[in-house]
């Protein structure tokens, strides 16, 4: 099987708004014909935009949350009552209503802890990254997914989440520093040059335990540790 993606898509009439709350369509588990189910990957006519989240832990979280809204029978498609899903969850007992935006609203709050507001996919890109959580692309043809990405439309029109795509890596490029290629000796000066903006002691304490330098005192043997991890692009932030 391909790329699966999973989102709302329409109420049990076809229409979207004015039905029944719950998803009236689904048949079984995992679901693939429901009001809010998975199918597979297609590209959209508007075409999408990639939100991709920078941690791979975080985009691992939303996928799971889409899977559990796809595969819960008391979620169903209703524009006029889309936040039902956000009062309720994408593990709700009760019988409640999303539309596609809100319901990617929805996972990534549950997935990140950060509620990026009420987006509609006309401005959803641009909340999304306002979060400082994810990275934007435009899909082009044959460009790889990765379980947890958000696709949006360039324009408003629907927003989904890859269920099941390529792995994402092992090192989460969000919880290392950008590789730092300047010929200072201070790791004060390099740690700043990437762009934290705490370097004092105790925050540089936190960073050696971050990458088991233990009993941090600030000795020139530590520091030149973390700035050779920092140069190898292999320093975790604390």
């Given at each position: 099987m391909g790329v699966i993606i999973g989102s709302a898509r329409i109420d049990e009439r076809g229409k979207a708004s004015g039905g029944t709350a719950g998803d009236q369509?689904?048949?079984?588990?995992?679901?693939?014909s429901g009001e809010v189910s998975m199918q597979n990957f297609y590209v959209h006519s508007q075409g999408w935009n990639i939100l991709r989240a920078k941690s791979a832990d975080?985009?691992?979280?939303?996928?799971?949350?889409?899977?559990?809204?796809?595969?819960?029978?008391?979620?169903?498609?209703?524009?006029?009552?889309?936040?039902?899903?956000?009062?309720?969850g994408t593990a709700s007992k009760v019988k409640t209503e999303c539309d596609c935006s809100s319901l990617v609203r929805e996972c990534v709050k549950e997935a990140t802890g950060k509620d990026a507001g009420n987006f509609t996919t006309g401005n959803e890109a641009s909340m999304l990254m306002a979060t400082g959580l994810f990275t934007q692309t435009a899909y082009t043809s044959g460009a790889t997914l990765y379980t947890g990405d958000i696709l949006v439309t360039k324009t408003k029109g629907h927003t989904?989440?890859?269920?099941?795509g390529a792995?994402?890596?092992?090192?989460?490029?969000?919880?290392?520093?950008?590789?730092?290629?300047?010929?200072?000796?201070?790791?004060?000066?390099?740690?700043?040059?990437?762009?934290?903006?705490?370097?004092?002691?105790?925050?540089?304490?936190?960073?050696?335990?971050?990458?088991?330098?233990?009993?941090?005192?600030?000795?020139?043997?530590?520091?030149?540790?973390?700035?050779?991890?920092?140069?190898?692009?292999?320093?975790?932030?604390?």
């Open positions: 369509k689904q048949g079984a588990t995992p679901d693939y975080h985009a691992i979280k939303i996928a799971a949350a889409m899977i559990t809204a796809c595969n819960n029978a008391n979620i169903g498609y209703d524009q006029n009552q889309r936040l039902g899903v956000v009062t309720n989904v989440i890859v269920t099941a792995a994402r890596t092992v090192k989460d490029t969000a919880q290392y520093y950008p590789v730092y290629s300047g010929n200072t000796v201070s790791i004060v000066t390099a740690l700043a040059a990437v762009g934290e903006k705490d370097t004092s002691y105790t925050h540089r304490s936190k960073i050696a335990a971050a990458n088991s330098i233990t009993g941090y005192k600030g000795t020139a043997a530590q520091n030149t540790s973390m700035l050779n991890l920092l140069k190898q692009g292999r320093l975790k932030k604390a």
